[in-house]
C-alpha cells in the first residue's frame, strides 16, 4: 500500500536536494512503520562498481608506485609481465571507474530524492554544520535523514566529486605523458600546468588524493556500519535491496528533535 504525501512536508525535504527529483516510493508495513525504497538500481550498481574500482586501483597503484612482491626467479621483466599486468589491470578499471561515475553524474540528475544533492542552497550548509555538532557530541538540531545527511553528501561531492576528477585528470596525464605528440597526449597536456608545471607534481598529487579515497574509504564503512547499528534501519542491506525501513512519521518528512 502506497503512502500519501503531504506537499508541505514534501517542500521542506527538498530543501538539500533538486526540487526536480522524483519522490522515493514508500510501501507501509504497519500503521507505524514504511518501508522506503531509497537506493534505486542504478545507484546501488555506481556503489559496488565505484567500490570495486577503488580497491583495485589502490591495490595497483601502491604496486606500480613501490612494488611489494616480485617474481620469485629472478629473470627478463617479460617472462612474469607483473608490473606489466599490474598497469594494465589499473589503466582498465580507471576507464571503467570513469564511465561508472559519468552514469552516477546523470543519475544525479535522473534519480529520485536520495540520488541527487544541492549544495546551493544555504539550509545544506546550515544542516550539514548541524550534523558536525551532532557527531561531535554538542548541542544540536540534527534532522532525521532517510538518505544521506548533508554532511555525507558534502563528503561525496569532495571525494567522489572532486577528488574523482583529480585522479582521472593526472592519472590519464600520466598514462598518455609518454606519447605528447598523440591525440590523447595533447588533449591532456595542460593538466601539468594545472597540477605544478611537471610530472613530478602530477604524480604527486594523484598519490595524495589517492591516499584521500583511502581514508574516504575507511570512515564510510565504519559511518555505514554505525549507522546501521544506531537507527536499526537496515543501513547495510539497504546497498543490496534498495530499501529502508522507517518510522510513518519520519518517512513523511516529520524530523525528530535532537
Given amino acids: 500500500m502506497s503512502v500519501p504525501t503531504n506537499p508541505k512536508i514534501e517542500q521542506k525535504q527538498t530543501e ?4 526536480r527529483s522524483r519522490k522515493a516510493k514508500r510501501i507501509e508495513l504497519n500503521d507505524h512503520m514504511v518501508k522506503v525504497y531509497v537506493w534505486e538500481l542504478p545507484v546501488r550498481i555506481f556503489h559496488w562498481i565505484n567500490a570495486f574500482s577503488i580497491i583495485v586501483l589502490m ?10 612482491v616480485s617474481a620469485s626467479i629472478q629473470e627478463e621483466a617479460y617472462y612474469s609481465f607483473l608490473m ?5 589491470i589499473h589503466f582498465f578499471v580507471a576507464f571503467l571507474f570513469t564511465i561508472n561515475l559519468a552514469v552516477r553524474w546523470y543519475w544525479v540528475y535522473k534519480g529520485n530524492e536520495h540520488a541527487t544533492s544541492n549544495p546551493f542552497r544555504l539550509s545544506f550548509w546550515k544542516e550539514a554544520f548541524e550534523t558536525i555538532k551532532y557527531y561531535l557530541f554538542m548541542k544540536n538540531n540534527k534532522k532525521h535523514y532517510i538518505g544521506h545527511n548533508p554532511l555525507a553528501q558534502l563528503s561525496y561531492w569532495i ?5 574523482s576528477i583529480i585522479m582521472m585528470l593526472t592519472g590519464y596525464y600520466l598514462l598518455f605523458e609518454p606519447q605528447p605528440e598523440s591525440i590523447y597526449g595533447k588533449m591532456f597536456m595542460w593538466v601539468a600546468h594545472l597540477f605544478g608545471g611537471d610530472s613530478y607534481s602530477v604524480r604527486s598529487w594523484h598519490h595524495l588524493v589517492a591516499w584521500g579515497f583511502i581514508i574516504f574509504t ?40 535532537k
Fill in 159 to 163: 571525494f567522489i566529486g572532486l577528488g
Fill in 59 to 68: 591495490i595497483t597503484g601502491v604496486f606500480i608506485g613501490r612494488p611489494f
Fill in 16 to 19: 538539500v536536494i533538486w526540487k
Fill in 218 to 257: 575507511v570512515v564510510h564503512v565504519y559511518m555505514a556500519f554505525r549507522e546501521d547499528y544506531l537507527q536499526r534501519n537496515g543501513t547495510m542491506s539497504s546497498i543490496f535491496t534498495g530499501y529502508k525501513i522507517e518510522r510513518k512519521k519520519e518517512a513523511l518528512g516529520e524530523h525528530d528533535e
Fill in 84 to 88: 606489466g599486468w599490474a598497469r594494465y
